[in-house]
């Protein structure tokens, strides 16, 4: 078995393959386990899915000065200030103009509010989403499950819909026929 995975560090550390030079630090595994830093540890999940964690990392979210390119992650200024899976709220401290990145996938159904006002979400590697920052902040991502309501709505609709036309079809049926006889 041969796997192999890249992750970012807040280092900067990369790796070379061939002339490349790659952001982040491998895991490579053939069928054995990978050496990594101290700071890292592996958990196994279930088998061939090993979950690693950077214990350097605290928190939460983190703080870039820009979306593009490799910027260097800031773990210092942000918070996490309230956690719920579809509801979390991070705290920046700082004061520079960039971003509040959190580490999640993001979709069209998340949304963020920047003390309390809403904002647009930009996207971090075109993957997790990122709030515009310029001073301290609250910042409260948190996903929005209304399009669940609209589709258990349409699903209503459609099933009284079937009910009553079931009802009117059967009352037609049961009625006995004029002039039959």
């Known amino acids: 078995m041969l796997s ?6 807040a280092g900067g550390a990369t790796y070379q393959i061939g002339s490349s030079v790659f952001p982040g630090i491998p895991k490579m595994r053939i ?7 101290q700071n890292f540890s592996i958990a196994s999940a279930e088998r061939g899915v090993s979950v690693i964690e950077n214990h350097t990392v605290s928190g939460s979210g983190y703080y870039v000065d820009g979306l593009s390119g ?5 773990f210092g200024p942000v918070r996490l200030a309230a956690y719920q899976p579809d509801d979390l709220t991070v705290e920046y401290s700082g004061a520079a103009h960039g ?5 999640i996938r993001t979709n069209k159904y998340w949304r963020a509010t920047l003390d ?9 590697l075109d993957f997790f989403p990122a709030v515009e ?4 902040s609250k910042i409260r991502f948190y996903y929005d499950s209304s399009h669940l309501l609209k589709t258990l709505e349409l ?3 459609g099933f009284a819909a079937s009910v009553i036309l079931l009802i009117m079809v ?3 049926a049961s009625r006995p026929r004029a002039g039959a006889g």
């Open 170 to 172: 059967n009352g037609r």
């Open 31 to 37: 069928g054995e386990r990978a050496r990594l830093p």
């Open 116 to 124: 309390g006002k809403p904002v647009e979400l930009g996207k971090f």
């Open 155 to 157: 699903c209503t609709a």
């Open 4 to 9: 192999a995975w890249a992750f970012e560090t």
């Open 70 to 74: 490799q910027p260097e992650a800031d």
């Open 99 to 103: 971003w509040v990145v959190f580490p």
């Open 133 to 136: 920052v310029n001073r301290p």
